[in-house]
DNA sequence: TCCCAGGCAAGGC
DNA sequence: GCCTTGCATGGG
């Protein structure tokens, strides 16, 4: 076991790890305890920084993108609006982690039409089941591990009607897809060939793009993003249009702006 | 009881 | 191509 320590006025764990992006993190008494693949992490606060406890190092410095300079990015687009300087003084906080890409496809097919609580529920549940025992808890499950299982089992984690998607999607994904292909394409060719999964469309392949590929230039346009466009400018717009004004307003960094604007909204007036 | 949640697939036009 | 509809589940 060992430590790493971040001191940065934009890093902390509470924005990063509860904008919306990751799925598998528990509040603990001093911190959170952070999971992804088969690795965990604890992180709290001592002597003026933040900690990092984990017996991967490598893997969670990259994870939360340490050796980025989030403060040019925020400055930048606090000068964009108002509204957007508002949203960063609340998020500053947030980096856009490095996740890993096949967890990040499920747990994004999983999100669509859901609230949080229950995709996390989902999730958890899933990794209970077949999951590896980790340190202090389970390993997300392999494309193997999942390609194995029925129908049934994503219907008694509670996945509804998405269970099907799971099913088709991890069979493929096992079958005759090369996750690691999108690695090199580009934006575009990446998205269409992520649409081509069953339960993933433009929203999700976003999110994909953003969390697990470092795409900068992809706008996830939900619910909530919906009603900040539509209370800020007009109603009706299609989905694809509000992406195309928000990418061509913040170039590469659409996806952090997204974050920023996603969880200033959420966690308004609670 | 109804409404909503990090949307998507399928079908009609 | 664009628009509408149905959709499992759990929490408010």
Redesign the pocket.
Known sequence: MAVFLIKDDYFNPTDTLT???IFRYFETDRGFLVFSQDKSAQIYYANDCWTVETDDIDYFKNFFDVDTDYSVFANALSNTSDLMQKAVQKGKGIRILKQDLFETIISFII????????IQ?IINRMCERIGKPIKDGYAFPTIQDLANQDVSFF?EI?A??RAD?LYETCKQLYNDFDIDALKNMDTQTARQALCKL????????D?ILLFALGRGDVF?V????KKIYHDAFETGL?DDKIHAFFVDKFKDLSGLA??YL?YFY?TMDK
Do not use: H, M
Request: net charge positive.
């Open positions: 904008c919306g992006q999100s669509a039409n859901n609230n949080i609580k229950r529920l219907e509670g509804g009607y998607y069953k339960g993933v469309g433009p929203k999700v392949a999110c996830p939900d619910t909530w993003i299609p997204q974050q996603f959420r």
